[in-house]
C-alpha cells in the first residue's frame, strides 16, 4: 500500500444483540476478556487445562528467542489420546463422533469408541511400515472419515502430517513429498463428486514418478480400477485392517511437530506452515468452544470445509474433536444431486451448529432463497462464516434463511499461520454488525497500523497486525527460517504482519478488507476490493462479484468489476451496467465506480473458496492468464477469457 491509507468507505448501520437464551447459557462471557486482558499468560494457561496432560506443563511461553515461540514447552500429551481416547474414557464412547454422508447417499455413523479402535489400527498399521516419530506422512483424499483417522493416526504416534488437497495435482502432490521428505502417502482409488466416481491415485502415481516414498496406502472408496504397484502400494482394509485395535499413545512434548500445511501464496514456492502439539490444540480447543459456544452432549456440529484447508484442520479434526463433539462429515459438492443438498443435511441430522465460506453462502443467494426454505432448518442456533470477507448482503441473507432470523453469525478471522480464530465475535456476548470479524478474541491482541506501524486511530484503515504471540501460532516454514522471518515478521518491527488490509470503525471494531496485495491505488486513493465487492453484492441484480485494479494510464489503476449476475438479469443490458456503477457511487462515493464491469458465468476461486484476483488482474490488462494449478477448477479462466470482449 503507498502512504495513503485505507478509505473508510462503507457505512453499514445494522446492528443484532445476542438470543438471550444464547446469552445466558454461553460457554464465555464477557468476563473471559478483561481475565485475559489482566493477565493474558495465565488466560491461556487456564485453557491449557481443557486438555489431558501426561506430563503438566509449568511455562506457558518462552518467547526468549522471538519470533520462534515455545508454549508449554515442558508438558507432555498425545494429541490423538486427547481427540479420541480421553473421551472413552470418560463414559462417552457411545456418543458419535462422525456422522459421514457420502455423496451418493450412503452413511455411516462413527461412535468415540469405534473412532478410537480405528485411529490405533492405523497408527499400528503405519509403525508396522515403519513410519517413526518426527516423520513425515502425506495424506491425499477425499472427504471420508479415514481423512480424519489417518490425520490422528500420524499425532498418535507423533508423525507430523502434511494434506494436500484432493484437487491438486500431481505437480503439487509431488512438490509438496519431496518438500517434507515424506515417508508415506496415504490416498484412496477415489471420491465421489459431482454425482460421479473421480480418481485421485493416479494423481499419486504420477508425482511418484518423480519423488519417491516408501508405501502408498490405499483406501478403497469407488473400488474403480487403479494402477497397482507391487511392494510400494497396500490397499488400507488390508493393512489397517488386520492390526489390533490396542494402541498406548505415548505422551510426546507440547513442541512436537504435528502437521505442515502449504499455503499456495501468490508467487514463489508454497510454504510448507509448521504446527505444534499443546499450543495448537489449546487454542483450536478453545476458540471452538468459545466461538461456537459448543455443548458436547446436544450439538450436532457441522463445518463444511475440505480437510485439505487449514478449516478442516482446526474446525474438523483437531477442535470438534478435542471438546468431544459430533460432527457431520459430507462428502461431496453442494449441488448433487440437488441444489438443496446442505439444506437436507442440516435437516437429516439436526445440525446446530453450522460452519460455512461466504462463497458458499453467494451461492446460496444465487440458486435461490426458496431452496432453503423447503426443507427444517430450525435446529440451526449458532451461523459461522470464514475464508473470506464476508459481504454484508450475505452475512443478512445467511442469518435470515438459514438462521430464522435469530442465530447469531460468527464471522470469523484467522489463517493457515495462526492456527485458529483469532477475530471473532462471541455467540453470546457480541452484538453483531455484517461483514465485521468485530474484535480479537479474549488472549488475543490484534490491530491495525499504518506504514509506519503507528496504530490507526478508530475510524483509520491500514495493515492487520497480530502484537502479541499466541499459542496456536505457526513456529516456522518448514526448512526455512529465514523466509518465515522475513515474510510475517520483518514489515512491523516486533509484530506478526498477516498481509491483510483492515479499518476500525469508530467503535474500533475492526473490519477485514482482503489482501494488502489486491488493494487497488486510484488517483491516489487505496480502495478495497472487499468494499467494492460488497457494493456490488448489494445490488439486486448481482449473485457475486470480483474487483480488481488495473493499469490506468490517468488514475493509476482503474477498477475492474467481473459479476455474476443474478438469473433474471441480462448481461447485455447496457443500462444495466450504469446502474451498477451508479449504485457503487452512492454506496461508497463516486472515487469507488468501476470504470468497466463485465459480467460473467464463472469467477476463479480456490479450493477454499477464495477468488484468485491474480489472474483476473491478468485478464484486465491483457496480460497471458499466469499459474492456476491452485485452483478448484482450471477452466474457468478458458470460459472467462471467451466471454469477455476483448478487453481493450
Ligand atoms: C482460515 C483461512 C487466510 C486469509 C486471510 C484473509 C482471508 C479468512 C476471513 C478472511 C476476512 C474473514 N480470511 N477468514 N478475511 N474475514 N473472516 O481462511 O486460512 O486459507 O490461510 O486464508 O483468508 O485474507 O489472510 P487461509
Known amino acids: 500500500m503507498s502512504n495513503e491509507s ?15 437464551d444464547l446469552a445466558a447459557n454461553a460457554n464465555v462471557t464477557a468476563e473471559a476478556y478483561e481475565q485475559a486482558k489482566a493477565d493474558r499468560l495465565g488466560f491461556w494457561a487456564e485453557q491449557a487445562r481443557r486438555l489431558t496432560w501426561a506430563t503438566e506443563p509449568t ?6 528467542n522471538p519470533p520462534f515461540a515455545k508454549w508449554f514447552k515442558d508438558g507432555k500429551l498425545n494429541v490423538a489420546y486427547n481427540c479420541v481416547d480421553r473421551h472413552v474414557e470418560a463414559g462417552n464412547g457411545d456418543r458419535v463422533a462422525i456422522h459421514f454422508e457420502g455423496e451418493p447417499g450412503d452413511s455411516r455413523a462413527i461412535t468415540y469408541a469405534e473412532l478410537k479402535d480405528e485411529v490405533s489400527r492405523a497408527a499400528n498399521a503405519l509403525t508396522e511400515l515403519g513410519v517413526q516419530a518426527g516423520d513425515r506422512v502425506a495424506v491425499y483424499l477425499p472427504m471420508i472419515p479415514e481423512a480424519v483417522i489417518s490425520m490422528l493416526a500420524c499425532a498418535r504416534i507423533g508423525a507430523a502430517h502434511s494434506v494436500v488437497f484432493g484437487g491438486f495435482s500431481a505437480d503439487a502432490i509431488a512438490k509438496r513429498i519431496e518438500d517434507a521428505d515424506a515417508k508415506v502417502v496415504i490416498t484412496s482409488d477415489g471420491g465421489y463428486r459431482r454425482g460421479k466416481p473421480s ?3 493416479p494423481a499419486v502415481d504420477e508425482a511418484l514418478t518423480r519423488v519417491s516414498v516408501e508405501k502408498v496406502l490405499v483406501v478403497q472408496r469407488t473400488k474403480q480400477d487403479v494402477a497397482w504397484t507391487e511392494g510400494r502400494d497396500l490397499w488400507w482394509h488390508e493393512t489397517v485392517g488386520r492390526q489390533s485395535a490396542e494402541h498406548a499413545p505415548q505422551a510426546f512434548d507440547a513442541e512436537q511437530p504435528l502437521f505442515i500445511l502449504y499455503t499456495s501464496g501468490t508467487t514463489g514456492k508454497p510454504k510448507g506452515i509448521l504446527h505444534t502439539s499443546g499450543g495448537y490444540l489449546t487454542q483450536a480447543s478453545y476458540t471452538h468452544h468459545a466461538v461456537f459456544d459448543l455443548k458436547p452432549e446436544t450439538d450436532v456440529y457441522w463445518c463444511t470445509a475440505d480437510i485439505g484447508w487449514v478449516t478442516g484442520h482446526s474446525y474438523i479434526t483437531y477442535g470438534p474433536l478435542s471438546n468431544g463433539a459430533t460432527q457431520v462429515i459430507y462428502e461431496g459438492t453442494p449441488d448433487t444431486p440437488h441444489q ?17 465460506a461466504p462463497t458458499l453462502i453467494r451461492t446460496f443467494m ?4 426458496e431452496i432453503p426454505a423447503k426443507f427444517d432448518l430450525s435446529s440451526l442456533r449458532v451461523l459461522g462464516s470464514v475464508g473470506e470477507p464476508i459481504n454484508p448482503e450475505a452475512w443478512v441473507w445467511y442469518r435470515k434463511h438459514f438462521g430464522a432470523d435469530k442465530c447469531p453469525v460468527v464471522d470469523t478471522w484467522w489463517q493457515t499461520e495462526t492456527g485458529a480464530i483469532m477475530i471473532s465475535p462471541l455467540p453470546g456476548v457480541t452484538e453483531t454488525k455484517p461483514g465485521s470479524a468485530q474484535r480479537a478474541l479474549p ?11 503507528a496504530e490507526v486511530p478508530n475510524g483509520g484503515g491500514g495493515y492487520l497486525v497480530l502484537t502479541e504471540p499466541w499459542p496456536s501460532m505457526l513456529r516456522t ?39 494488502v496485495d489486491d488493494v487497488m491505488l486510484v488517483s491516489g486513493h487505496n480502495i478495497s476490493t472487499t468494499e467494492v465487492e460488497s457494493a456490488l453484492v448489494s445490488h439486486p441484480a448481482v449473485a457475486e ?5 488495473a493499469a490506468d494510464a490517468t488514475t493509476g489503476q482503474a477498477i475492474v468489476a467481473f459479476v455474476i449476475l443474478r438469473g433474471s438479469a441480462n448481461a447485455d443490458d447496457e443500462s444495466l451496467v450504469a446502474d451498477l456503477r451508479n449504485h457503487v457511487g452512492t454506496s461508497l462515493g463516486p472515487i469507488a465506480k468501476p470504470k468497466r464491469i463485465l459480467p460473467v458465468a464463472e469467477l476463479p476461486k480456490t479450493r477454499s473458496g477464495k477468488i484468485m484476483r491474480r489472474l483476473l488482474r491478468d485478464v484486465a490488462e491483457n496480460r497471458a492468464v499466469g499459474d492456476v494449478t491452485t485452483l478448484a477448477d482450471s477452466s474457468v479462466m478458458d470460459l472467462i477469457q471467451a466471454e469477455l470482449p476483448s478487453a481493450s
Open 477 to 515: 516454514i518448514w526448512g526455512d527460517d529465514q523466509r518465515f522471518i522475513d515474510t510475517y515478521w520483518s514489515r512491523f518491527e516486533g509484530k506478526y504482519f498477516a498481509g491483510d488490509g483492515a479499518k476500525k470503525d469508530e467503535d474500533g471494531d475492526i473490519w477485514l478488507l482482503g489482501r
Open 545 to 549: 462479484a470480483a474487483v480488481v485494479g
Open 6 to 20: 485505507l478509505a473508510n468507505l462503507l457505512k453499514e448501520e445494522r446492528r443484532f444483540a445476542p438470543p438471550a
Open 59 to 64: 511455562e506457558t511461553l518462552d518467547w526468549t
Open 366 to 369: 444465487k440458486w435461490g432463497d
Open 443 to 453: 488472549g488475543i491482541s490484534a490491530t491495525v497500523v499504518d506504514d509506519e506501524a
Open 340 to 356: 438443496g443438498r446442505i439444506s437436507e443435511i442440516v435437516q437429516k441430522y439436526g445440525v446446530t451448529i453450522l460452519y460455512t
Open 199 to 201: 480418481a485421485l491415485k
